[in-house]
């Protein structure tokens, strides 16, 4: 099956540095990747698409500079959370857009990364 | 090992009430999750529980046994909007998301 990881799992930094995150599709090409923030008993948050070769598209909210997104390959996304502070500890969890037979298309999740900042 | 178990897909009757099942095996429990997902859109999140009981919301319901590892997720009236993939999801000790691999349902008119 479509397997995803993310790299680290958890995480943590001094305020005022940077965190990157990667996103791996394993044994599929993704040519769309999904980064998510989930805080403590809330939901999924999508933070932006990330499209192989072009720029991310961010949603609502979300500040492009502090998260910088690059998509260099078809098989890695990366999430820079830039001068990173307390608020910004959460769960970041990204997922990869698979192709299936037919046309069809599914999400595959990676097992997220825990990022607390001191 | 850590798992999470669903059915890979249901079908139901429109109008029809529908119970998706999920059972799972975590090191340490910290909350499950359900979330829907249509086809090529990102999954939308429908309930979390922690305690043990039914948490209900609209035509939802989501039900958790933690001595069990057991949950479900309960459709009723169903519509054919709500035909889409639900993701079973539990997160361990570590707090790291582990994902069933989702119900793919069917409704029918």
Redesign the interface.
Known sequence: ?AVVSQHP??VICKSGTSVKIECRSLDFQATTM?W?R?FP?Q??M?MATSNEGSKATYEQGVEKDKFLINHASLTLSTLTVTSAHPEDSS?Y?C?A?YYLAGG????F?G??T?LTVL | GQNIDQPTEMTATEGAIVQINCTYQTSGFN?L?W?Q?H??E??T?LS?N?LDGLEEKGRFSSFLSRSKGYSYLLLKELQMKDSA?YLCAVRDS??????G??TKLIIKP
């Not at chain 1, 069809?104 to 999400?107: I, Y």
């Open positions: 099956g799992s958890w999904f998510y989930q008993k939901s999924l999508l769960f969890i997922s857009r069809h298309n599914e999400q999740f097992p997220g825990r | 909350g999750f979330y997902q086809a090529g990102a999954p999140f979390y922690v993939s570590n707090y790291q998301l582990i994902w691999a989702g």
